[in-house]
T-cell receptor, first 114, second 113 residues
């Protein structure tokens, strides 16, 4: 009966390194979302999956950001050649099916790029 | 372009008082309006949500008031308690098409004992 889990909880990267952030959604949840939350701001949408299909990636800030959910469960957000402006909390959320089903958020991964 | 504007940025209320947070949206296609509560180090958690076919929804001490013509909605917390101290986010989304939540900037609420 666990909620959404994310790992690692904290990640420090040197500028230019690649990072991979993992999200384990609630079992059976079809929809999965990634959001980016800058310090003191509201979360901003990055991308959305329905099962393994990435239906919306309009929020990804650059082609350095890539997300996948190959088996329709666990998802990975990858950031290549990290920049200081990538420093933020990356939140994953899952919901049962549709847009008005409650989105349950994980605790986030705090990424700091030095 | 900020599609959902939230105010105030911070709010201090005495224990037992009423906390009021306001949001305004621009996109008339939005038709689902949730409020999320976030504690430090945690992800946002759904508090209460409303759809535009009703003007008010109440759950315990929490009430959403919705004004479709003004494109505004607000959260009222009655009998505010120190445990309510958190950051609150309003959000909006569309029930069809795009699935994403568009969040306001957040309100840091402090309830003084």
């Amino acid at each position: 009966g666990a909620g959404v889990s994310q790992s690692p909880r904290y990640k420090v990267a040197k500028r230019g390194q690649d990072v991979a952030l993992r999200c384990d959604p609630i079992s059976g949840h079809v929809s999965l979302f990634w959001y980016q939350q800058a310090l003191g701001q509201g979360p901003e949408f990055l991308t959305y999956f329905q099962n393994e299909a990435q239906l919306d990636k309009s929020g990804l800030p650059s082609d350095r950001f890539f997300a996948e959910r190959p088996e329709g469960s666990v998802s990975t957000l990858k950031i290549q050649r990290t920049q200081q402006e990538d420093s933020a909390v990356y939140l994953c959320a899952s919901s049962l099916v549709g847009s008005t089903d409650t989105q349950y958020f994980g605790p986030g991964t705090r990424l700091t790029v030095l | 372009q900020q599609q959902v504007k939230q105010s105030p940025q911070s709010l201090i209320v005495q224990k037992g008082g009423i906390s009021i947070i306001n949001c305004a949206y621009e996109n008339t296609a939005f038709d689902y309006f949730p409020w999320y509560q976030q504690f430090p180090g945690k992800g946002p958690a759904l508090l209460i949500a409303i759809r535009p076919d009703v003007s008010e929804k109440k759950e315990g001490r929490f009430t959403i008031s919705f004004n479709k013509s003004a494109k505004q909605f607000s959260l009222h917390i009655m009998d505010s308690q120190p445990g309510d101290s958190a950051t609150y986010f309003c959000a909006a989304s569309m029930m069809s098409g795009a699935q994403k939540l568009v969040f306001g900037q957040g309100t840091r609420l402090t309830i003084n004992p």
